[in-house]
């Protein structure tokens, strides 16, 4: 049986980032292509951050989620242009703001507390708990949240 | 050495030596926001290496790997500047050093992005987005420490003053850099002194620090020709497994 380019993005959308399981790797954008090239499939991918250890991991889920539907498949790396969070899709960022990690903003900072929804909210550090986050304060609820980068 | 592959190195060394520096904080940072955002910062940078380096391998066409390189050379064959290679000493310290070196790495990356070399220009902007971030950070830490209390002032001061005389290296180019320059694939580094210097004078005003009108510049780095002797304890330190374990997988 051969799987056609439909199915194959539909096999993606089912693989969870390895750090925010709530949402796919096609939620997160990091796909950038699916081909078949002389009889091979290549799934390209593009890094979040460029030291970020769940790129090692992405590949390997994209290797066994494919292989137990039985297509064995390539994977490049592609750098250019760089991964940005515009490549999120908006049902991404809706399910990372219901997980409680608000969602990028183009201003460069969580539109409001994924808890609580007050637009009170402060920066305590530009760095989080993985490469992609920054942690910040909701100033009404109180309670600290991730925000994810905008890049 | 051709000149591709030794300015690639100057590029991924500055990351690879600067990379593990900052990581020797890990576990250590005075509070844990700080010690999260360094570990980050090191990892963004030792991910620009794999990139530097994987290239530099890729050019000199000889089956290496960036692990070979960074992990199977001695320290007369790395071409960092001198800056990345000093100890950490205290947190002030090494804020004040990624704040330099941070200033520079945003102008030069920003200088590649136009390379004429397609593989460099990508990985430019690919590090580029991860710099900024590093270059903001650093600078509002500066501007917090100096402008703190008395004692964090002090140190701050004590570390523009040590560590000044070590940007100089990173301005002046040599016969390798003039290549570069003239092949449209590397920015003149004379030339991103004075927005550089720009930068650097706001930020210390604002951290209400003093800057030395001295031009006194240690080099050696880039050239490998004089490098400090604390490069070489660092690399006994980041090179023991592979070297003890030549070939090992995990
Ligand atoms: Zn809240």
Known sequence: MTATIQQMWEWLGQVPDPEIPVISLVDLGVIRSVDQVGGEWVVTISPTYTGCPAT????????????????????????????????????????????????????????????????????????????CKAQWRCRDCLEPFDYFKCI | M?????????????????????????????????????????????????????????????????????????????????????PNRDFGHTLMRQFLFDSWH??????????????????????????????????????????????????????????????GELFQPDAVDDRMTRQGIAPDLAALRSGFDAIIADTIQEATLVLTDSRFAHRGGRDGSRHTEHLGHMLAVMQVLPRSYPDARW
């Open chain 1, 56 to 131: 090692r991991v992405i590949e390997m889920d994209i290797q066994t989620a494919l292989s137990a539907r039985g297509v064995a498949v390539k994977i490049r790396r592609q750098i250019a242009p760089p991964w940005t969070t515009d490549w999120m899709t908006d049902s991404g960022k809706a399910k990372l703001e219901a997980y409680g990690i608000a969602p990028p903003q183009p201003s460069g900072g969580p539109q409001r507390c994924p808890h609580c929804a007050s637009t009170d909210v402060e920066k305590i550090s530009q760095f989080g708990s993985t490469p």
């Open chain 2, 2 to 86: 051709p000149d591709l592959f030794e300015w690639l190195c100057r590029m991924g060394d500055n990351t690879l030596v600067l990379g593990h520096r900052v990581s020797e904080w890990c576990g250590h940072a005075p509070v844990l926001e700080e010690d999260i955002a360094l570990a980050n910062t090191a990892l963004d940078l030792i991910g620009q290496t794999q990139m530097w380096l994987g290239l530099a391998a890729e050019v000199q066409g000889e089956g290496r790997s960036a692990d070979d390189l960074a992990f199977r050379r001695d320290a007369w064959d790395f071409r960092n500047c001198l800056l990345v290679e000093l």
């Open chain 2, 106 to 167: 945003k102008l030069m990356l920003t200088g590649l992005c136009e390379s004429q070399d397609d593989r460099i220009a990508a990985i430019a902007m690919k590090s580029l987005k991860e710099v900024s971030y590093h270059q903001e950070r650093s600078a509002d830490t500066v501007i917090g420490l100096g402008d703190g209390t008395a004692e964090s002032h002090d140190r701050m001061q004590a570390a523009l003053d040590r560590l000044w005389p070590y940007m």
